[in-house]
Protein backbone atom coordinates (compact mmCIF):
# COMPACT_ATOMS: atom_id res chain seq x y z
CA UNK A 1 0.00 0.00 0.00
CA UNK A 2 1.37 3.47 -1.20
CA UNK A 3 0.78 6.27 0.75
CA UNK A 4 0.18 9.51 -1.67
CA UNK A 5 2.68 11.67 -0.56
CA UNK A 6 3.73 12.24 -3.97
CA UNK A 7 0.29 13.84 -4.79
CA UNK A 8 0.55 15.55 -1.15
CA UNK A 9 3.59 17.32 -1.30
CA UNK A 10 4.91 16.81 -5.15
CA UNK A 11 3.83 20.37 -6.04
CA UNK A 12 6.12 21.58 -2.53
CA UNK A 13 9.01 20.08 -3.29
CA UNK A 14 9.31 20.81 -7.17
CA UNK A 15 8.67 24.85 -6.18
CA UNK A 16 11.06 25.02 -3.78
CA UNK A 17 13.45 21.97 -4.72
CA UNK A 18 16.60 24.15 -5.07
CA UNK A 19 16.19 25.86 -1.85
CA UNK A 20 15.34 22.86 -0.59
CA UNK A 21 18.49 21.23 -2.11
CA UNK A 22 20.66 23.55 -0.72
CA UNK A 23 19.49 23.37 3.09
CA UNK A 24 18.57 19.72 3.04
CA UNK A 25 22.42 18.96 2.31
CA UNK A 26 23.34 15.96 4.68
CA UNK A 27 25.97 18.16 5.58
CA UNK A 28 23.75 20.70 7.52
CA UNK A 29 20.80 19.31 8.31
CA UNK A 30 18.67 15.69 8.25
CA UNK A 31 21.44 13.93 10.27
CA UNK A 32 19.00 11.29 11.32
CA UNK A 33 20.99 10.34 14.38
CA UNK A 34 20.52 13.42 15.55
CA UNK A 35 16.94 13.27 14.93
CA UNK A 36 17.13 9.69 16.73
CA UNK A 37 18.93 11.18 19.72
CA UNK A 38 16.55 13.87 20.20
CA UNK A 39 13.65 11.80 20.27
CA UNK A 40 15.09 9.44 22.82
CA UNK A 41 16.13 12.00 25.11
CA UNK A 42 12.72 13.80 24.36
CA UNK A 43 11.27 10.30 25.35
CA UNK A 44 13.39 10.33 28.45
CA UNK A 45 12.99 13.54 29.41
CA UNK A 46 9.06 13.27 29.44
CA UNK A 47 9.07 9.68 31.18
CA UNK A 48 11.03 11.69 33.93
CA UNK A 49 8.39 14.59 34.32
CA UNK A 50 5.59 11.98 34.38
CA UNK A 51 7.53 10.33 37.51
CA UNK A 52 8.06 13.57 39.16
CA UNK A 53 4.09 14.95 38.76
CA UNK A 54 3.01 11.33 40.25
CA UNK A 55 5.65 11.30 43.08
CA UNK A 56 4.75 14.67 43.73
CA UNK A 57 1.72 14.41 45.62
CA UNK A 58 -0.49 17.36 47.24
CA UNK A 59 2.38 20.06 47.07
CA UNK A 60 -0.50 22.61 46.53
CA UNK A 61 -2.28 21.47 50.04
CA UNK A 62 -0.72 24.58 52.05
CA UNK A 63 -1.01 27.33 49.42
CA UNK A 64 -4.23 29.23 48.77
CA UNK A 65 -4.51 29.04 44.71
CA UNK A 66 -3.58 31.88 43.14
CA UNK A 67 -6.66 32.46 40.84
CA UNK A 68 -9.90 31.26 42.61
CA UNK A 69 -11.48 29.57 39.15
CA UNK A 70 -8.52 27.75 38.55
CA UNK A 71 -7.24 24.66 40.92
CA UNK A 72 -3.70 23.73 41.28
CA UNK A 73 -5.21 19.44 41.10
CA UNK A 74 -6.50 21.05 37.31
CA UNK A 75 -2.97 21.94 36.42
CA UNK A 76 -1.27 18.90 37.43
CA UNK A 77 -3.79 17.06 35.13
CA UNK A 78 -2.78 19.42 32.31
CA UNK A 79 0.70 18.51 33.07
CA UNK A 80 -0.16 14.77 32.47
CA UNK A 81 -2.38 15.11 29.13
CA UNK A 82 1.02 17.26 28.12
CA UNK A 83 3.05 15.53 29.23
CA UNK A 84 1.15 12.12 27.69
CA UNK A 85 1.06 13.76 24.13
CA UNK A 86 4.63 14.68 24.39
CA UNK A 87 5.23 11.28 25.13
CA UNK A 88 3.27 9.82 22.07
CA UNK A 89 5.14 12.36 19.70
CA UNK A 90 8.88 11.57 20.58
CA UNK A 91 8.35 7.90 20.66
CA UNK A 92 6.35 8.29 17.43
CA UNK A 93 9.37 10.04 16.10
CA UNK A 94 11.89 7.73 17.69
CA UNK A 95 9.76 5.00 15.88
CA UNK A 96 9.44 6.58 12.62
CA UNK A 97 13.44 6.96 12.34
CA UNK A 98 14.18 3.42 13.07
CA UNK A 99 12.06 1.87 10.58
CA UNK A 100 12.27 4.95 8.24
CA UNK A 101 8.72 5.90 7.75
CA UNK A 102 7.92 9.53 7.10
CA UNK A 103 4.34 9.36 8.81
CA UNK A 104 5.78 8.97 12.20
CA UNK A 105 7.90 12.40 11.54
CA UNK A 106 5.02 14.51 10.85
CA UNK A 107 3.52 15.24 14.40
CA UNK A 108 6.88 16.07 15.57
CA UNK A 109 7.18 18.55 12.51
CA UNK A 110 3.84 20.17 13.18
CA UNK A 111 3.92 20.66 16.88
CA UNK A 112 7.60 22.49 15.95
CA UNK A 113 5.68 24.24 13.35
CA UNK A 114 2.88 25.73 15.90
CA UNK A 115 5.97 25.89 18.28
CA UNK A 116 7.84 28.26 16.02
CA UNK A 117 4.92 30.35 15.07
CA UNK A 118 4.22 30.68 18.72
CA UNK A 119 7.30 31.68 19.45
CA UNK A 120 7.49 34.29 16.36
CA UNK A 121 3.72 35.76 17.41
CA UNK A 122 4.94 35.98 20.93
CA UNK A 123 8.03 38.57 19.68
CA UNK A 124 6.45 40.92 17.38
CA UNK A 125 3.53 41.24 20.46
CA UNK A 126 6.78 41.85 23.01
CA UNK A 127 7.74 44.71 20.82
CA UNK A 128 5.23 47.42 21.15
CA UNK A 129 5.05 46.75 24.69
CA UNK A 130 8.63 47.38 24.64
CA UNK A 131 9.19 43.90 26.84
CA UNK A 132 12.54 42.66 26.49
CA UNK A 133 12.84 39.24 25.36
CA UNK A 134 15.11 37.45 26.85
CA UNK A 135 18.43 35.14 26.30
CA UNK A 136 16.68 32.03 27.66
CA UNK A 137 13.72 32.92 24.89
CA UNK A 138 15.90 33.30 22.01
CA UNK A 139 18.19 30.38 22.48
CA UNK A 140 15.19 28.61 22.74
CA UNK A 141 13.66 29.83 19.92
CA UNK A 142 16.82 29.22 18.00
CA UNK A 143 16.96 25.29 19.10
CA UNK A 144 13.31 24.43 18.27
CA UNK A 145 14.00 26.26 14.88
CA UNK A 146 17.16 23.82 14.79
CA UNK A 147 15.32 20.98 15.70
CA UNK A 148 12.23 21.45 13.20
CA UNK A 149 14.98 21.93 10.11
CA UNK A 150 17.12 18.36 10.91
CA UNK A 151 13.70 16.59 11.68
CA UNK A 152 12.03 18.26 8.21
CA UNK A 153 15.43 17.27 6.35
CA UNK A 154 15.12 13.92 7.12
CA UNK A 155 11.49 13.48 6.69
CA UNK A 156 12.27 15.30 3.03
CA UNK A 157 15.12 12.13 2.99
CA UNK A 158 12.90 9.48 3.64
CA UNK A 159 10.61 10.44 1.05
CA UNK A 160 12.95 10.93 -1.81
CA UNK A 161 14.96 7.62 -0.88
CA UNK A 162 11.87 5.77 -1.29
CA UNK A 163 8.77 5.99 -3.94
CA UNK A 164 5.78 7.46 -2.00
Same mark, same amino acid.
Given at each position: ? @??? /???? /? #?? /? /?RTYNKDLCMICSPCLFGSMEYVLTLSIIGTLTTLWDCVCLTN? #??IYSH &? @??IEPNFCPVIKKYFRFLTCGLYLAIYSSLAIGIKIEHPVLLLPYILLQMVNITL &?? &?VAFLSIPKSTKLTRKTLIYCGFSAFNFLQCFCSFRHMLQSRDF
Amino acid at each position: M @KIP /FHEQ /F #GT /F /FRTYNKDLCMICSPCLFGSMEYVLTLSIIGTLTTLWDCVCLTNC #GQIYSH &L @KPIEPNFCPVIKKYFRFLTCGLYLAIYSSLAIGIKIEHPVLLLPYILLQMVNITL &LI &LVAFLSIPKSTKLTRKTLIYCGFSAFNFLQCFCSFRHMLQSRDF
